[in-house]
T-cell receptor, first 114, second 114 residues
Framework: AQSVSQHNHHVILSEAASLELGCNYS??????LFWYVQYPGQHLQLLLK??????LVKGIKGFEAEFIKSKFSFNLRKPSVQWSDTAEYFC????????????FGSGTQLTVLP | KAGVTQTPRYLIKTRGQQVTLSCSPI?????VSWYQQTPGQGLQFLFE???????NKGNFPGRFSGRQFSNSRSEMNVSTLELGDSALYLC?????????????FGPGTRLLVL
């Protein structure tokens, strides 16, 4: 069974600071990786996703993530955060195969101080 | 295009009762998935429907059931409610539900069981 770990439960940063949120997954086969974001009072929405190819993927709002297969990691990064990035961030994985479900990490609450 | 809609948005029930939640996917989307979100367990997959057939089921008791109609709308039913069923229930839709597709989430139905 696949699993996802997000070790940072709550991150507090000041505006303009750089961000890196950790995500590690456990699965022996080929995986598809996603980062979703949930802004206060809003729906879960996709930030970016990775299937194959260039391990550095860019998403919306200046976010990017790097897939490191040897470390089973898919960390989310942003060079300079804004107050509007305050939200909960979820890493998720789906396996390439018959399973049609997303397995989510526990989420990281990011608070950006103005 | 209208997004995923869920009704009702809020529900209060008592233990032992049953509840039905509804989800209307994005027009053209034929796959609908349901997730339960709680502070303790995070986001957990319940089940996925495609063309009125349940294709995948998460690790939840049989009290949790669902169905999908020919217009792709889906309902989720929880019978004999328990206090621990209090949660945000999210519905997500995608075109065909393949593992690489983006799932689009609705706003959720917040269920409180007293």
């Amino acid at each position: 069974a696949q699993s996802v770990s997000q070790h940072n439960h709550h991150v507090i940063l000041s505006e303009a600071a750089s961000l890196e949120l950790g995500c590690n997954y456990s699965y022996g086969g080929t995986v598809n990786l996603f980062w979703y974001v949930q802004y206060p009072g809003q729906h879960l929405q996709l930030l970016l996703k990775y299937f194959s190819g260039d391990p550095l993927v860019k998403g919306i709002k200046g976010f990017e993530a790097e897939f490191i297969k040897s470390k089973f990691s898919f960390n989310l990064r942003k060079p300079s955060v804004q107050w509007s990035d305050t939200a909960e961030y979820f890493c998720a994985v789906s396996s390439t195969g018959s399973a049609r479900q997303l397995t989510f990490g526990s989420g990281t609450q990011l608070t950006v101080l103005p | 295009k209208a997004g995923v809609t869920q009704t009702p948005r809020y529900l209060i029930k008592t233990r032992g009762q049953q509840v039905t939640l509804s989800c209307s996917p994005i027009s053209g989307h034929r796959s609908v998935s349901w997730y339960q979100q709680t502070p303790g367990q995070g986001l957990q997959f319940l089940f996925e429907y495609f063309s009125e057939t349940q294709r995948n089921k998460g690790n939840f008791p049989g009290r949790f059931s669902g169905r999908q109609f020919s217009n792709s709308r889906s309902e989720m039913n929880v019978s004999t409610l328990e206090l621990g069923d209090s949660a945000l229930y999210l519905c997500a839709s995608s075109l065909t539900g393949t593992p690489r597709e983006t799932q689009y989430f609705g706003p959720g139905t917040r269920l409180l069981v007293l």
